[in-house]
Structures are given as structure tokens and as C-alpha cells.
Nanobody, 114 residues
Framework: VQLVESGGGLVQPGGTLSLSCAASENIFNFNAMGWYRQAPGQQRELVAAINVGGTTTYAESVKGRFTISRDSAKNTVYLQMSSLEPEDTAVYHC?????????WGQGTQVTVSS
């Protein structure tokens, strides 16, 4: 299984950015997919996840600002981020789980700065 993220970059506070995670196989093979982030000196944390049934989960810090979605035809999961804050600066990693097996993408840098 390969997960390839794209869409990171530099954005000003209050701006928007959209991340994509393209999977090498049918995303409905996974029990769940999600986005995690890791800031320098911090532990990796869950940002948002979506399970095979479509139920979504969000970290409290991003609720109302971030939206996770998927396109099964493209085997891709998205993270739409708005009202970005400097505290959102991190490397964002895509994650997929099949039972106890977890897969990670290489990550994409998101920097929120003026």
C-alpha cells in the first residue's frame, strides 16, 4: 500500500489550503483513513479521520475549520483546511488502517506564517 500526499505549502494566517492523499488501492479496502500532523518537538496527533462507513472524527482544535472527505473514484482522501493559524504549522501525514495494519504517507509540510 502506498499513500502519496500533496498540496502542502506556505499560507498566511486566515488562509485556506487543501491536502490530497492518493492511495495505491481502493480506499474502501481500508477500515479508516485519516490525517495526522507533527510539529517540531511535538508528538504526532490525529487531525481528522473518516471510516469506511463515512463517519468522520476531528481534533477539537480543528473542528469547524477543517473538513475531511474522499473520492472513491480517485482513491483519494482530502483535507480542506480553512481559517489556518500559525499553530497549524506541521508536517501532515496521511494514514490508512486495515485491521491492525497501519500505513503512512511520507508527509507534506504546511506552514502558516505572515
Amino acid at each position: 500500500v502506498q499513500l502519496v500526499e500533496s498540496g502542502g505549502g506556505l499560507v498566511q494566517p486566515g488562509g485556506t489550503l487543501s491536502l490530497s492523499c492518493a492511495a495505491s488501492e481502493n480506499i474502501f479496502n481500508f477500515n479508516a483513513m485519516g490525517w495526522y500532523r507533527q510539529a517540531p518537538g511535538q508528538q504526532r496527533e490525529l487531525v481528522a479521520a473518516i471510516n469506511v462507513g463515512g463517519t468522520t472524527t476531528y481534533a477539537e482544535s480543528v473542528k469547524g475549520r477543517f473538513t475531511i472527505s474522499r473520492d472513491s473514484a480517485k482513491n483519494t482522501v482530502y483535507l480542506q483546511m480553512s481559517s489556518l493559524e500559525p499553530e497549524d504549522t506541521a508536517v501532515y501525514h496521511c494514514n490508512a488502517r486495515i485491521l491492525a495494519q497501519i500505513y503512512w504517507g511520507q508527509g507534506t509540510q504546511v506552514t502558516v506564517s505572515s
